[in-house]
């Protein structure tokens, strides 16, 4: 429905700096000018946001954004393989799954598609110069890669999506959670059962707020390093 992609497309702008928290939406004309819909379905598209807990109505005011949905937000979006092809290593994957299952609502939820709707399942085991690194679970909506294959999979994901099927990866939501390796996730990754790792997951959307993969990936602590370029926005000062 054409109010949920709309709710999606003002999901990433929300989370975006141009609208901290506490700023207000613009009209619903406004919105329906700039969508070219009716105002009816701009605040059908709103009622989700609302729901979601982003936006909040004030009577007679207008909407504000009441929080963000992304946990950290950078300037640059990079596959493994492109980032570890930059330093010099070689990057492999073993597919351990690759199937068409029917999604199940958590997973649908997350790349808003209807529970049940068919997504290809993958689970493999990426190797850097032949080392276990990183275990990964992904979902991808079966309408949007028609001919996703096992080659795909064991290579760049990124690569398949930008230049097989022309889709703009414009952005990603990760969450980082600290985890104790379970005897299966230690057993892959060739780690003593309860050493801690992260649980990494990633939500990949397009330049047409469309979300692409969900993946859940599970990666030694002590061989992950993130860097962060974190600018400050210059300040207003009042007397």
Known sequence: MIYKSIADRLRLR????????GSPLPGEKALAREFGVSRMTIRKATDLLVSWGLVIRRHGSGTYVAKKDIHHETSNLTGLVEVMRDHG?????????FEVIPA??????????KTDERIYYSRRIRFIDGKPLMLEDS???VKLFRNLSLAHIEGSKFTYIEEECHITISGNYETLTPVLADRQTAAILNIAEGTPILRI???????????????????????YQVDYHLRRMPRHKTD
């Open 14 to 21: 929300l989370n975006s700096a141009d609208y901290p928290i």
């Open 89 to 97: 290593k070689v990057v492999t994957s073993e597919v351990l799954n």
């Open 104 to 113: 199940p609502p958590a997973i649908a939820s997350q790349l808003r598609i």
């Open 139 to 141: 979902y991808m909506p």
């Open 201 to 223: 997951t990633s939500l990949s959307y397009s330049d047409e707020g469309v979300f692409l993969n969900y993946s859940v990936m599970f990666r030694d602590a002590s061989e």
